[in-house]
Structures are given as C-alpha cells and as structure tokens.
C-alpha cells in the first residue's frame, strides 16, 4: 500500500532524497492521497513532506530539504514553462494557497497539457 511504501521510504531514504508519488490527482486512485494523508496525520512530524505538485505526481523530501529544493524548482526553466508556482499571497487573501499538510507547494497550471494542442 501507499502507506507502507512511505513508512519504509521513511526509514531508508538520505536525507534530501526525493519520493515522487503517482495519480495523486487522479480521482480514480483515491487510496494514493488515503495513503500520504494517512501517513502524515499519523506522525507527530513528519519526516517526508510535499514540495511540487506536478503531471499528477506529488514531490516529496525530507523536511530538512523542503526550502531549498522548492526554491530551486522554483527557478528551474523547464518548469517555469509549464506556468509551475506557489500562488501568491494575493491569491491567499482571496482563501486559496498552495499548501498541502501544511507545507507550500509548488504546483502547475494546466498550461503544460495544453502546449501544442492549440
């Protein structure tokens, strides 16, 4: 399950290493958030958190590497063209951040799905 392959991550992964988790959007693989939601309202603190949001994967790393690695795709080209952000705090006035258990996310417009098509 998607809670034991965390729980074991968990354990193993270095610290700053990188756990990307599949169909998180998709609606028809709802154990996948079950798991991740699980496993973090389990733990006091939890070791792996969300960083980016993305291509239905949601990115996560140890909570010691959450700034950097969140600055860094942050400013990363290939990204960027897929309109990849943390919504602003204009955004957040208005009620909605890019925030998931807490932590700021970056996630991607659906800019990136219609590249070319038009």
């Given amino acids: 399950t998607v809670l034991h392959d965390l729980l074991v991550a968990d354990e193993v992964m270095a610290e700053g290493g990188i756990v990307a988790l599949d169909d998180f959007n998709n609606n028809y693989w709802l154990g996948v958030r079950e798991g991740y939601f699980t496993y973090v309202f389990s733990q006091k603190a939890p070791r792996l958190v969300p960083f980016m949001l993305t291509a239905n994967k949601l990115f996560l790393t140890t909570a010691s590497h959450h700034a950097p ?44 799905e219609t590249k070319g098509k038009e």
């Fill in 69 to 112: 690695l969140l600055a860094r795709v942050l400013r990363n080209e290939a990204l960027l063209s897929i309109d990849l952000q943390v919504l602003p705090d204009a955004v957040r006035e208005q009620g909605g951040e890019t925030r998931i258990a807490g932590w700021p996310v970056a996630v991607s417009s659906d800019k990136w």
